[in-house]
């Protein structure tokens, strides 16, 4: 089995990311964090704790640039917008995907798997049910000089529960109760700071809608959809009084399917994306005259800590949309876009591809996605590849995932 060598200094710049802000300075005039040196604009992205809740887990979406939020229901929909399921035609369904994580560098032993299904109540009750687990692997801890502390094997589990309702014949909600588990290095030590496991629960919010439409006289469906996700309790991994926020997001999803005949079927679908998360706030502040000064919203109550970490987890969310040091310009950068194209031959064969867009002073990941999907009768199978469209590495370079599905008793009464 790989071993991935962890040392502490990299494990500390992860657990206390939100203190970098120390070395940035903001420039009114580029309305950005620059270099103080070089002027150039940085990087200013928004961090969270366990960010694995934000992986899309299956290969259909991944196949189509991670939409997933309008699309035709299936049952990873309680990933992507859980008040679809109110709208499924089967009375069970599962779906498992494996997704191999960092695979381009050699690692066999990180991974993400996802199981999902579904139970139809009657015709207008639907309950979801989802497990996601991640492994890190088998790792080696060792410490800032590289003396070897201890093994382990970090882990990170989502156990979730949903329940989608019709509202009316074209409109349903959802709502979605979720358990997290992240254990990454306890029983370690930074220093004299003990690492433990972090706990949180967490719910999702979701909206659907679907109309028959007619588009150049071909029979076609419209769909909208939205997902507040991850809104939960704050963790840590230290008895550090500072805690951190889930990764809470927005989705706005729309998708147009068209029937072309009996055989040929397209669906196009555009989601974006925004963490509901407050944007770091730089320490410094360079002045028209090229002084840099102090920033006093940085630390008002002056405790050494950051004041947007200390946010409570409400004030955060709301508060996401107008928190940006660069004003509206920089909201707009935090927005991440995902276009995606389906084809459906004889509703037995599927060819996808899409497209993945994140400004580059937002976390910079840009990739095309490609794949292929089989169903006959009550059996699926949905393949996706990643391709990188920029220098920055992305953990499923190269690699192919898969997903399995399985749609059983077909409902009635329709």
């Known amino acids: 089995m790989n071993k991935l060598i962890l040392s502490f200094c990299a494990f500390s710049f992860f657990l206390f990311a939100g203190f970098n802000a120390n070395a940035q300075v903001y420039n009114p005039v580029e309305g950005c964090i620059i270099n103080a040196g070089t002027g150039e604009c940085l990087p200013n992205t928004i961090l969270s704790a366990m960010p694995f809740l934000r992986i899309v887990p299956d290969a259909r979406s991944g196949a189509m640039g991670d939409v997933g939020i309008a699309i ?6 309680m990933h992507h917008n859980a008040s679809k399921l109110a709208f499924v035609q089967q009375d069970v369904g599962l779906s498992a995907t494996y997704t191999p994580w960092l695979r381009d560098l050699g690692l066999n032993d990180v991974y ?3 199981l999902s299904g579904f139970k139809q109540i009657d015709k207008l009750q639907t309950i979801g049910y989802s497990l996601r687990f991640f492994s ?6 060792t410490n800032i000089d590289g003396g070897i502390t201890g093994e382990g094997k970090p882990r990170e589990i989502e156990f979730a529960l949903a329940y989608a309702r019709k509202l009316g014949e074209n409109f349903s909600t959802g709502l979605t109760a979720k358990y997290v588990y992240s254990n990454l290095a306890a029983g370690q030590s930074i220093g004299t700071v003990e690492i433990s496991a972090a706990n949180a629960f967490a719910v999702d919010f979701s909206l659907f809608y679907k109309k028959p439409i007619t588009v150049s ?3 076609s469906e419209f769909s909208f959809g939205t997902n507040i996700s991850n809104v939960g309790s704050k963790v840590s991994y230290t008895a550090n009084v500072i805690k951190d926020f889930l990764p809470m997001n927005l989705g706005i999803g729309t998708a147009l399917k068209m029937d072309f005949d009996d055989y040929n079927q397209m669906t196009f679908a555009l989601d974006i994306n925004k963490a509901l998360l407050p944007t770091p706030v730089s320490r410094r502040i360079e002045q028209s005259d ?11 109550d002056g405790n050494g800590f950051a004041d947007y970490r200390e946010q409570a987890m409400f004030s955060a969310l709301l508060g996401s949309f107008t928190d940006a040091q660069g004003g509206f310009g920089e909201e707009l950068q ?32 840009k990739f095309l996605t490609v794949g292929v999907g ?10 996706s590849y990643l391709v990188p469209t920029n220098s920055n590495r992305n953990p499923l370079d190269n690699t192919l995932r898969f997903t399995l599905n399985f ?8």
């Open 374 to 383: 089989l169903k006959y009768n009550v059996f699926g199978l949905n393949l």
């Open 72 to 77: 035709s229901v299936d049952a990873n929909a």
């Open 136 to 141: 890190l692997g088998e790792i080696t801890f």
């Open 407 to 414: 749609d059983f008793a077909d409902a009635s009464d329709y």
């Open 112 to 114: 993400l798997a996802y």
């Open 217 to 219: 006289g071909y029979d």
């Open 334 to 365: 935090e927005l991440a876009y995902s276009i995606g194209i389906e084809y459906w031959y004889d509703k037995q064969f599927a060819v996808r591809t899409g497209y993945y867009y994140e400004n580059a002073l937002k976390g910079d990941r």
């Open 290 to 300: 090229g002084t840099i000064i102090d920033n006093p919203d940085f630390d008002q």
